[in-house]
């Protein structure tokens, strides 16, 4: 449990009697075991930039002459401005140790993440990459590796048109912590890299002593899903879908049908019962593709979950820029499972679904656990939540709350809401998981309650990801639907639900702008706090409902404390880039909006009054601009990029 500062409900304290003499305008919300800043809350005055930060604070952090950040990400959403910066030691960086400062009006707002002080470290290798590789050979133990198969090599080289082009890995150094502990003060210098197998399942990002050779850690780069449900015509009956058609052949795939511009890929193969080596498009002779319908509702729930994020939270794939996805039918794997079983696959972007065994199991491609799947990718490439311990248990539960989410967006509250992969059973009324009785399938839904896991990585499940995912699931559940209770602390608890929609947008937003690899469920705790803060402001109620759900699931959620950055204009403005339409959120008071270039030159200028507007700026030129909203004294400015 972290170290906290606070001990009060939504106020602030100051930090000592030697430092209320002080005037400061930032106040740290909580400190890391190791007695560091995890989350800062600024106030209206503060003169802290993402500029500047590391600077003005380098006395609270205990910053060394060692210790630099290097901006990794840029982000701009309806809650603000984030700055995600990585640690680095001697110019080498600190793997998964990041800092994210949030900026309204070129200000800081919050600040949240982890770092690592007090490193000692000798940052020259002693052993070689091709020894570390050789390590982890031996370690992985893989029947065959990418790069010793001829034909994947070949294969590779002319996709990339580069005759050098090789499987084989790159390792690069990075300080990590051994065995993903970030609690703890034991950083070694690795070669970080990734070994895949010719099996779709073997395939580990894996760290490796620099200097012994020892294997330090590894974490799993296929996403396991033990969720269950498939889409086809006898589970949903017919849906309408798009196909792409060459003049004589069907693909189940589209190149032109979704996303900016139409311009989003979608791909279907058939693995023909095998684990990689029997891939091929899947085809027909006519539009029905009646010989295979478990390819097409996974490819059907591939479609419906990239619908729901890009309309939903304007999120362009899982790279924001429009990444192909890859959807896998009829995958076999007798070492995971057989055909009982359903994953995705970082490496190249694959959702790849088992037919079930027939006897239990119906095919793993049900609109949840496609969403699921799907859902992976978008944390990567946002969060990247590490796939093991409290991180990976939050990877789950947030790709569990999305798969809910998305089924919910289909089918409404009859869905089955509270459960994932409810559909597939061949048996009526069972289910792999339960968002409002985690504890029905053995899950906690307490924090290191009944049922909680080991969260060592080198334990079963990873350290237990797809069973402590319990716990954010429950806090979900409450979250949205309302509850009371006692939990197995013995502290009784009553949430007032906010409804589904606002507790998706919720823990979305938490995911995507306030975590970082390592944070596990405190970091959720105080990111979701942060984020409904920002989305409905201090004073509503569902910032209150956010604190209550932490507190039934066992999290310290009294010594959070939070506080509004003073009176300035709460506006989103969303997208950037932006093609035509700019999107302006506001409180529905009269307000005037301006469009400036780069020069100051007023390009538009507007009256708005609802609490959503559409400025049209199709006509304007491509490059950057200004946005200025006035209420009063009130201003709100941002850039924009027009593409």
Known sequence: MKKVLLTVAFGFVALSLLRAQET????????????????????????????????????????????????????NDKLGVHYKYNQQYKGVVVYGVQYIIHEKNNTATSANGNFASNLSIDIKPTISKDDAVKKAQEVLNFEKYKWQDENLENALKAKTKNANASFYPK???????????YKTDEFRLCWRFSVE??????????????????????????????????????????QSMQVSYNGSLYYLSETETRGPSNSQQIFGFNYNNTNGSGVVAITDNTLSFSADP??????????????????????????????????????????????????????????????????????????????????????????????????????????????????????????????IGEDIFITSGSYMRSLSDPKSKNDPNTYLGQYWRNTNP???????????????????????????????????????????????????????????MSSDFNDAMLGSLAAAVELYGMSSPKVQSVKNAWCAVGLDCNSVGIKETGNELAVSIYPNPVSNMVTVVSDGKPMLVNLYDITGREIISTQISGTTNNLDISKVSKGMYVVKVQEGERVYKTKIVKE
């Open 458 to 516: 080198d334990s079963a499940d990873h350290g237990g990801v797809h069973h402590n995912s319990g716990i954010q699931n429950y806090w979900f559940y409450l979250l949205a639907q309302g509850g009371s209770g006692v939990n197995d602390n013995g502290n009784s608890y009553n949430v007032t639900g906010i409804g589904i929609d606002s507790a998706l947008e919720v823990a979305y937003w938490t995911n995507t702008t306030y975590l970082t």
């Open 294 to 419: 478990v390819s097409v509702g996974a490819h059907w729930a591939i479609e419906k979950s990239y619908d729901f994020f890009y309309s939903r939270f304007l999120r362009n794939s899982y790279d924001y820029q429009g990444g192909i996805l890859n959807v896998g039918s009829h995958y076999y794997d007798n070492t995971l499972g057989g055909a009982n079983l359903a994953f995705f696959k970082y490496g190249d972007s694959s959702m790849v679904f088992g037919d079930g065994d027939g006897i239990t199991y119906g095919p793993f491609s049900g609109v949840d656990i496609a969403a699921h799947e799907l859902y992976h990718a978008y944390t990567h490439f946002s969060s990247d939540l590490a796939y093991q311990g409290e991180s990976g248990a939050l990877n789950e539960s947030f790709c569990d709350i999305m798969g809910v989410g998305v089924e919910y967006s289909v089918f409404g509250l009859q869905s089955g809401l509270p459960l």
């Open 24 to 75: 400061k305008s930032y106040q740290i919300t909580q400190n890391s075991d190791k007695g560091v800043p995890s989350f800062i809350r600024f106030d209206a005055t503060t003169d802290v930039t993402h500029e500047n930060f590391f600077e003005k604070l380098k006395d609270e952090f205990g910053f060394q002459a060692d210790d630099k950040f290097e901006l990794q990400k840029t982000t």
């Open 171 to 181: 390792p690069e150094l990075v300080i990590a912590p051994v065995n993903g502990n």
């Open 197 to 238: 197998g010719v099996k779709m399942t073997d395939a580990w990002l894996v760290f490796v002593d620099a200097h012994t050779g020892q294997f330090v850690n590894k974490i799993t780069l296929v996403a396991n899903a033990d969720v269950t449900g498939t889409l086809n015509t006898y589970y949903y009956g017919p």
